[in-house]
């Protein structure tokens, strides 16, 4: 019972400290761009999805993370794995 209980505060309390760090660097970009002026596009954190899957934006860059392509092979092992037994 106490492990489980300290897992989910550690686990808790991570999930608080990027959910500020995600609406900081939002808002921090938020008001850079309307001082410069620029255009607003979403470079410093953005999640978005996409036919190729989960596209994160961090510092400019893109990271692709398939998770369709790792559903699909999950369901093929499953399906395999129950169709041994």
Known sequence: MHKTF????VLS???????????????????T???VGLKETRQALFFATEE?????????R??????????????DIITEKVADV
């Open 6 to 9: 300290g897992f989910f505060v």
């Open 13 to 31: 309390g991570l999930a608080i400290l990027l959910t500020f760090l995600y609406i900081g660097l939002n808002v921090t970009e938020q008001g």
């Open 33 to 35: 761009q309307e001082l």
């Open 52 to 60: 190729r899957g989960l596209i994160i934006t961090f510092a400019g």
């Open 62 to 75: 893109e990271y692709a993370l398939p998770w369709k392509l790792f559903w699909e092979k999950l369901q």
